[in-house]
């Protein structure tokens, strides 16, 4: 097919009407193109007053290596093969246990399984079905399941955020996992929007499905199922060891993927002490702040706010700061909600939420700062973890100790004074808020750095300093504060661990976790390849 870019369309317009430009500018009649598909759709509201789509058109036509050779350069761009899903020829033995099934767990799980390598997931929380009822039950009530929460369980941390599909990694594996997701519900915008998303209300369900499909290709998923310990000969993984209804259990294995998320510190010092090499990683810490979700739509798209085809706008800003920091809004759910993000007994932290739709009153989106290594105040490789729980319990004091976040009116915040009313802005957090002063729950450095950030922001996007937007504290999971080093075969410095995702500091969202599922599982199938044919290479009576 032939790939013809920016492509002018007003917001009214339609596929068809995209296909007519491109008819006329390649000077063919409509007869000649078999068949055509939206591939790129971006909205350019850099002029408030000319707000209007730009596609990428894929179109399939007559005699197309005749009508490529009779254009000017950089008209249209012949499309290579589209990739497909890795296929290998493994060898039947040891099967490979997987530690966590977020995005990378998922992905790596499903790489394995069409490939027969049969699969034994390992999942510390609950299946989605039960952790979306789980996390409505903290939401509802306070009463948090350290095992399965927003943090732990199928689908990972973002099964239960906005679904974003975008990431700026450049791997051929992106298309892919969209193609899966798609395949397995998620609505097929997914596939050209330049920032797609499947909302949380689509995301469990999709999960669900390729669940199913692992299983149903020879692979086991165990819920409740938590990586508890290590067995190693000779620096060679042998068998991991993982608790179940409180029962010890063990899976003799060669090879384990660790996909365990960002979140489990406690994991993380098992594989520590059991010699898995780490080492400290840069992280960030910061708030969530909430608007009305009409006023970033006027500020993004002027007098087109309220156009139909456009829905509920985003933003992303960022900022280096005069002491060299950066301070920067990330995962921004328009038309969302703020959740509880606690997988920690007496300690709190915040995340963002939103459904398909985007259909809700406010806007909310993380605000937050660099944390370096040198702030730690340790060298241990898991003093990030330390620092971030001090940040997360002050937060859980200052709401009350019961899983009530605290929160303070931008206005307020920047004036240096307690809140102590709200106002216009609604906050969306349950189970329930306390107004508060977050310079007792934020250190220093991030208090003067959003102190300086806000005026900035505010000019970029007229209203981000609302003196009534709401501010919730603590937003300190954006990522992993550890790093667990793996050589080019992606194995850890015990052969046999393949650190993956998030957890290991390798990925940054479900795009990019999912990949990096991909990509190590494609090293593993690659080893046991190789190991396959070198025993075959030997003679039988040599063989152990």
Known sequence: MLRIANIKLPLSGTPEDALQQIIKKLRISRETVLSFHISKKSVDARDKGDVHFVVSLDIKVKDEQKLLKSLKPGIATLLPPAPSFPRATAPNGMRPVIAGFGPGGLFAALTLARNGLKPIVLERGENVENRARTVDLFSSTGELNTESNIQFGEGGAGAFSDGKLTTGIKDKRCQLILQELFAHGAPEEILYLAHPHIGTDKLPQVVANIRKEIIEQGGEVHFGARLSGIQVTKNQLTCVEYMQNGEK???????????????????????????????????????????????????????????????????HLSQKLKDGRGVYTFCMCPGGTVVPAASRENALCVNGMSPFARDGQNANAALLIDVRTEDFGDDHPLAGYVLQRMWEEKAFRAGGSNYHAPVQLCGDFLAGKETKQLGSVTPTYRPGITCADLQAVLPSFAVNGLR??????????????????????????SSCPVRLPRDERFESNIQGIFPCGEGAGYAGGIMSAAADGMRVAEALMKKSTELFIIIESIPVAYRL
């Not at 993380?268 to 702040?289: D, E, W």
Request: net charge positive; aromatic share 6%; no cysteine.
């Open 249 to 315: 259990k063990e899976i003799a294995t060669d090879a384990l993927i660790v996909a365990i998320g960002h979140s489990a510190a406690d994991t993380q010092q098992m594989l520590y002490r059991s010699g898995v090499n780490m080492i400290q990683k840069p992280f960030s810490v910061g708030v969530r702040i909430e608007h009305p979700q009409s006023l970033i739509n006027q500020s993004q798209y002027g007098k087109a706010a309220r156009h139909p085809a456009l829905g509920a706008a985003e933003y």
């Open 452 to 477: 300086e950030a806000l005026p900035v922001f505010d000019r970029r996007l007229k209203g981000f300093a609302l003196p009534d937007a709401v501010m919730t504290a603590v937003e300190s999971r």
